[in-house]
């Protein structure tokens, strides 16, 4: 999940802030975007339980859209006295928590159904951290 989302937000920002090329800037925001909103559904989409994908996608998607609007609707009924920035800058985060939070928990179930198990584990040679994964015929 981590590398899913990280990887291309981190590539999004980079691109967007050491750009100065509209396009390249326009592609980092595509980056952002579709890390935030698919990347902690690759388990799911990994493990072929795209039902749990999609629905992790959806809560994300409309709650950002729901954050957009409530902040459109409170700057309208404001008559421009006040900025919306800050109700975008705590509930987009907030939707795309909630989603993610949505996909980390039900990933185990995902596994469990067919067959899939991921443990932490320890490489007995160096002492390393690793994850473990077993699979059932």
């Known amino acids: 999940m981590w590398l899913g989302t990280l990887l291309p937000i981190g590539g999004g920002i ?3 802030v050491n750009n100065s090329s509209d396009q390249a800037v326009l592609n980092g925001y595509y980056l ?3 890390g935030g909103a698919l990347g902690p559904s ?18 994300r998607t409309l709650g950002v859209g729901a954050v957009i609007a409530l902040a459109g609707v409170i700057s309208e009924t404001a008559n421009g006295s006040s900025s919306p920035l800050g109700i975008i800058m705590l509930g987009v985060p907030a939707a795309v928590v909630a989603g993610s939070l949505y996909n980390v ?12 198990a991921v443990a932490p584990g ?5 002492g390393a951290p690793m994850l473990t994964l077993s699979v059932r015929p």
């Open 14 to 16: 980079a691109l967007a």
């Open 122 to 126: 320890v490489d007995l040679r160096t």
């Open 105 to 116: 928990t039900t990933l185990g179930v995902s596994a469990r159904e067919r067959g899939v």
């Open 32 to 34: 952002i975007v579709a």
């Open 42 to 59: 690759a388990g799911h989409f990994y493990l072929g339980d795209v039902r749990r994908a999609l629905i992790g996608v959806g809560i």
